[in-house]
DNA sequence: CATTTATGACCGACTGGTTGGTCGGTATTG
DNA sequence: CAATACCGACCAACCAGTCGGTCATAAATG
């Protein structure tokens, strides 16, 4: 099966936002990447921002559906919570350059994209928080949790890890995020849970 | 006492880059919310480059001076870590957009300038990784703490604070830096030391 | 003290190179 | 014989940076 061409510009230009940036990169130097031609690109995208818009809606939608399958059976939210997290850093792995256009170039998304994206992120952001506020409800975690700082703390610890890691360093994506569900839940389960 | 031009410059860029990005402002923008002129603007700046390397460095010294006293004194790992911590976060406060630029634009720095801030930065995160491994080593912290993975995700928790704090919102910074401290410590003490 | 000379801050019209996007055309496929 | 996929020379707009010049103040000169 021969690569579509809609996927080799994707595959290109990822791997140029990620290095470079989206002001960074030039369509043609996207184009010359590909192997295609200018009116090439042209045919499968409207505009330079139309792409821009599709790999960040393609990793969103994932993430989300994976959180979202994850967070649906009914199991105790300590075990969902590690669910999600491992599911999520996982991602990691195969869509590095997805995650890290994602979080890098999102403010030059044109305001109708960035509308689908946003609302698409809070949606993530939404399941994270009822597993918390599920978890301090039913006692699993401590009593004097904030929801909304613990939500973005956790967060931030696992999406900062598109800064720093690599395939090819010592640590493999699931032992990171072994170890992260370790330090999380360590903060987070009340004294009698844990 | 008048505000210095420069100075003018470099908060007018401050507010724009944080809102557009450094490829999303043009130095006619910079200029005309400076009230000053493009020649002006060339003689206090050798290039729009030399800017975005004035606002990192401004902000990266900052933090690294603060951290290196907070860490000086001869205290316990754990309060000196959460001397670091509070010190670094409270930051966010006046220096938002500073951090912001540094954490999105710092692609596009040139070579040269991109080698000044990589030291500065690996100094910060030196002092950071340094205070945990003393922590496990005297047994205040647990023995089975890595060293390299707690540092970034403790980096990852705060740093991402500046894709959400706002000054107005419901919590100080004051508020979320006792919070994450609180997070943290709960999650890297031995079950001794608690 | 008056006058010339020098310096440095700041101005803004202009430019050369670059970039996203177009369009008329060709190749391929069902 | 459509219709769709793809090509690449070309263009208009834009943008970082330049350059000849003004003005105000200060130092040097007679």
Not at 13 to 40: C, D, M, P, W, Y
Not at 148 to 175: F, P
Not at 177 to 182: H, L, N, P, Q, V
């Amino acid at each position: 099966m021969e690569t579509e061409l809609r996927e080799r510009i994707i595959n290109a230009s990822l791997v140029l936002f990620e290095r470079h940036g989206f002001h960074g990169v030039t369509v043609n130097q996207i184009v010359e990447t590909a192997g295609i031609s200018k009116g090439g690109f042209y045919h499968h995208f409207s505009s330079k921002d139309e792409l821009l818009f599709v790999i960040h809606d393609i990793f969103i939608t994932y993430v989300l559906e994976r959180a979202a399958s994850s967070n649906q059976q009914s199991l105790p939210p300590a075990t969902r919570l590690r669910s999600i997290i491992k599911d999520f850093v996982s991602v990691f792995d195969i869509y590095k350059a997805h995650l890290t256009v994602f979080y890098q170039e999102s403010i030059y998304l044109k305001p109708e994209h960035e509308e689908i994206v946003k609302r698409k992120r809070q949606q993530f952001k939404g399941i994270i928080q009822s597993v918390i506020r599920e978890g301090v409800d039913t006692g699993e975690f401590r009593k004097d949790l904030s929801i909304e700082i613990t939500t973005m703390a956790i967060l931030g610890m696992v999406n900062w890890t598109y800064k720093w890691y690599q395939r090819s360093g010592e640590k493999s994506i699931e032992e990171i995020a072994d170890y992260y569900i370790d330090l999380i839940l360590h903060a987070v389960l009340s004294d009698s849970t844990k």
